[in-house]
């Protein structure tokens, strides 16, 4: 039987070439480094070229080593419908775990509580309590995929009711409902998480009459994307302050390059003059944690294997996202 032959699309690492080779053995050759050999059947790459994919004739699969697709990457694997988009969800639990602690933080106050001590200010111990609970309130989770799942499970010795917005087997006797139902629902909640991925069905779905409809109590955790939430109107709803507050980690804008990481506001409005929101540069993820590449590498084994022994393996809709 014929190698499979797999490239990944990364700086030479021969610890990870080695790992990912033993573990797949010999019906795999396995390849790493900027230049890709010419008769893979498998490229592992997020931010694929026509000029990277023009000489691979042999391509059967495109591996995306993370959550979601980039829009550019989509777009151009539309033209190429012989070849098989996957992707990985190897950041479920560094993405869950910091959704917990982005939203413990924010709900306790512990950010002005630091900034104002630093100052050797005490006033904050001697006010009202501005923090909350998690214990008992309701929350929804929007986006109900591994990173939901896995959120669930932190989540509950809080004894919260969890509803969930998903895609399919909705059932609201059972706290499940579709992304229809956002609007209508979302005034019931103390917590709202988004982990929804960009897709055409998800932009901007978070509107300004999805804010309004929540409670001045309501926090607001997103770690999805920022294209499924309208910039204005969540500026607006935390300016004003028609919700409690925000913890975001996805932004409308980001840096081209590596000299413009220092400088490069991350939206249009000026969400770093609120004192209602924690922002954090999308790194809930675990981008650049040792223990996340771990996981990616468990991860591309795990799917390696199974176009290994299903070379059908359904590949990701690109009409949906997913």
Same mark, same amino acid.
């Given at each position: 039987m ?11 690492n021969?610890i990870?070439? !080695?790992k990912l ?5 010999? %019906?795999?050759?396995? *390849?790493l480094?900027?230049?890709?050999p *010419?008769?893979?059947?498998v490229l592992?790459?997020?931010?694929l ?9 042999? =391509?059967?699969?495109?591996i $995306? ?7 550019s990457t989509?777009? /151009? ?10 992707? $990985? &969800?190897?950041?479920? +639990? ?9 939203l413990?933080?924010g709900?306790? &106050?512990?950010?002005?509580a630091? +900034?104002?001590?630093?100052? &050797? ?9 501005? *923090?909350?609970l ?8 929007c986006?109900?995929?591994h990173i939901? +799942? ?19 087997? $909705?059932? %609201?006797?059972?706290g499940i409902?579709?992304?229809? !139902? /956002?609007? %209508? ?9 988004? =982990?929804?991925?960009?897709t ?16 001045? %109590? ?10 499924t939430? !309208? ?5 607006h709803?935390?300016?004003?302050? *028609?919700i ?19 400088f490069?506001?991350?939206a249009t ?10 922002m954090s540069?999308h +790194? ?6 040792q ?8 991860e ?5 294997k ?13 009409k949906?996202?997913?």
């Open positions: 014929p190698k499979l032959k797999c490239h990944y699309y990364r700086d030479s021969n990870i070439q !080695d080779q033993t573990a797949l053995g010999e %019906s795999y050759r396995i *390849s480094g900027k230049t890709i *010419s008769d893979i059947q592992i790459l997020a931010y070229t026509e000029e990277k994919l023009a000489p691979l004739l042999d =391509l059967k699969y495109l $995306i080593p993370f959550v979601g697709v980039p829009e989509s777009q /151009l694997m539309k033209k190429f419908p012989e070849v098989k988009l996957l992707n $990985i &969800h190897h950041n479920a +639990r560094p993405v869950a775990e910091n959704v917990m602690a982005l413990l933080t709900i306790k &106050h512990i950010i002005p630091d +900034r104002d001590f630093r100052k &050797h200010d005490w006033s904050i111990r001697y006010q009202a309590n501005p *923090s909350s998690l214990y008992k309130k309701k929350l929804l989770i986006g109900y995929g939901g +799942r896995l959120l669930e499970s932190f989540l509950l010795p809080y004894q919260l009711t969890i509803d969930k917005i998903k895609r399919k087997d $909705i059932n %609201s006797q059972q409902y579709s992304l229809n !139902d /956002l609007d %209508s629902i979302a005034g019931n909640y103390d917590f709202i998480i988004n =982990l929804l991925p960009a055409e069905q998800t932009k901007a779905v978070f509107t300004k009459n999805t804010f309004k409809a929540m409670k001045k %109590s309501t926090y607001f955790v997103n770690v999805g994307r920022a294209s939430v !309208d910039e204005e109107a969540l500026f709803a935390l300016e004003q302050n *028609s409690a507050g925000a913890a975001l980690d996805v932004w409308y804008k980001y840096p081209i390059d590596p000299s413009e990481r220092k490069t506001p991350p409005f000026p969400f770093h003059t609120l004192d209602n929101v924690i540069p +790194r809930a993820g675990g981008l650049g944690m223990e996340n590449e771990e996981f990616r590498a468990e591309l084994i795990k799917l390696l199974k176009i290994e022994n299903n070379p059908n393996l359904p590949g990701i809709n690109l949906i996202g997913y």
